[in-house]
C-alpha cells in the first residue's frame, strides 16, 4: 500500500510563505504521478498542482504564479513551496496519486490570516 503523510502547515499571515511535503511509503515512488488538493472549510477538494514522473508541472489558475510543486525522488517527498498567501489559500491540504489517488490521509492545515 502506498501511504503518504502531509506536513509542514501552519498559521502565517497574508503574503508570507510556507512549504509544505509530502512523505511518500509502500510504492515506487519514481514511476508515480503526484498531486496536491486543499479543501477549505465548506467547499469541496480541489486541485492546486501535479507533477509527473518526468517532472513537468501544471498548476490551478488561481494559484499559478505563487506556489511551486517539486519532487526529490531519493527522499520520496513531493513538496509545496507556497509564496505570497492569501486568505483564501487556508484549507487543509492533501497529496495523492495521480490520476488515481489512493485514500485521503489527514492532510495539513494551512491558515493564512492576520
Known amino acids: 500500500q502506498v501511504q503518504l503523510v502531509e506536513s509542514g502547515g501552519g498559521l502565517v499571515q497574508p503574503g508570507g510563505s510556507l512549504r509544505l511535503s509530502c512523505a511518500a511509503s509502500?510504492?515506487?515512488?519514481?514511476?508515480?504521478?503526484f498531486g496536491w488538493y486543499r479543501q477549505a472549510p465548506g467547499k469541496q477538494r480541489e486541485f492546486v498542482a501535479v507533477?509527473?514522473?518526468?517532472?513537468?508541472?501544471n498548476y490551478a489558475d488561481s494559484v499559478k504564479g505563487r506556489f511551486t510543486i517539486s519532487r526529490d525522488n531519493a527522499k520520496k517527498t513531493v513538496y509545496l513551496q507556497m509564496n505570497s498567501l492569501k486568505p483564501e489559500d487556508t484549507a487543509v491540504y492533501y497529496c495523492?496519486?495521480?490520476?488515481?489517488?489512493?485514500?485521503w490521509g489527514q492532510g495539513t492545515q494551512v491558515t493564512v490570516s492576520s
Open positions: 509502500g510504492s515506487i515512488f519514481s514511476v508515480n504521478a
Open positions: 507533477i509527473t514522473n518526468m517532472g513537468s508541472t
Open positions: 495523492n496519486k495521480v490520476p488515481t489517488p489512493g485514500y
